[in-house]
């Protein structure tokens, strides 16, 4: 495995499940804990592979965040407790932990920056000593694994990028707050409580639409965090430890892979384009990628495809649907105002926006006739 963020984890951890005997190493080029540019976010649907992976527990320790509000781009609101209460965890805490539990497995935990990759018969060399039956290219956002099987980064217009730091809040402060920006559209700002009296607060937008501003990025992207705060709640700090990244939607995805290297989490371009939500799909794409070098080693690609196809196939066709529709922000609106207004839209939002959710036409059409009567 290439990377050692949460796909990267997920995919050691199921090898070693589905197989105790096989030999699993895990590159990383950072030496663990590590931080990563986050909102630290851990959705729902994320614990349900944690529990497939035989960590159920894992976050057990830290207090759910039941509630969450989101205001659209033009003002609706809708602040609900969610169905299944989601997490927030500092990825330096959650990432170390899924290391910890691979090592624990039995996985090789090693430090080495991945710069070569060549196929000699049935295996894959990595840097011209490391020879493997099938690689997990996990390598995050700027794959280099991907470049190096000749599949094109993420287009700009399907990129993201957002600045996450951290600040001082109410301890008791229990609900992820989402404010949506017209300005620039789509872009939101975000607060999400730890939980120990600190959130993950952030700002992020589309790559072309930052470009466009013809402005430093951290000039934009510091500058708007900085004047949405007002908005986010009771924020009783400065923002620290700001660290900005790349994010590739799922609208822009590539073939997962060639040959006997799949491609699994942000190196597969699997960040929801609605959301920005990525670790859900990086441990299920993990997860898959092992079941598939596992179960089938000749032809590991076409067993992922088959893998991703079903677990994931129809939310991301109607992510693809979705994010076209939310271009116009005034699709947003109307679901927002509707999600306020009936419990199953603000439940099926949520398991879009974090899960493999998908619309039954019945919403759909509740949504389409909203917008349709705002536009008149
Ligand atoms: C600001 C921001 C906020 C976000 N907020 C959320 C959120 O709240 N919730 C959510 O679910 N998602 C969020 N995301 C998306 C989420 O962070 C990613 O989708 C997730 O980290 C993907 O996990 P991964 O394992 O694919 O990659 P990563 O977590 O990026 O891990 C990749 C690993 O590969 C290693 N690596 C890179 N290159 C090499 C190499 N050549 N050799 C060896 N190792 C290498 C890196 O050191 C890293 O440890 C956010 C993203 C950003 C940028």
Redesign the pocket.
Known sequence: M?????????AALRARQLDPGCRVLL????AFP?D????????AH?RQELALLGLPGLLDDHRPTPRLSVTSPGGAHVSAVVARPNH?VP?RVF?NRLVEAARARGVEVRR????TLTTLGGHVVIDGHLVARAVVA????????RRLIGVPPSPDRHT?????GYADVPPDDDEQVIVMQSEGWPAYA?S?PVGDGTA?V?Y?LLLPTLRQTGRPGREILHGRLARLLPLLGEIRSPVRDL?????PLSSGRPVPGAGRVLL?????S??NPL????????LL??RLAAEAAIGSPDDPLRAYRRGLRGALGRHLRTTDVLALAARSPGFIDAAITVAAHRTEVFDLLVDVG?GAGTVPPRLAAAVALRWLKNLT
Request: include cysteine; proline fraction near 1%.
């Open positions: 290439v990377g050692a963020g949460p796909a990267g984890s997920a590159l990383d080029r950072a590590r990563k540019a986050c909102g630290d976010g851990i959705a994320a927030v990825r990432d080495h920056r991945v710069r996990a390598d995050g956002a700027n794959s280099a694994v993201a990028i957002a600045v996450r975000w999400f993950n952030g992020g660290r900005a990244h790349h994010l699994a989490g942000d190196a597969a699997l960040v959301t920005g939500e990525g670790i859900y799909y990086a794409s993990g974090l």
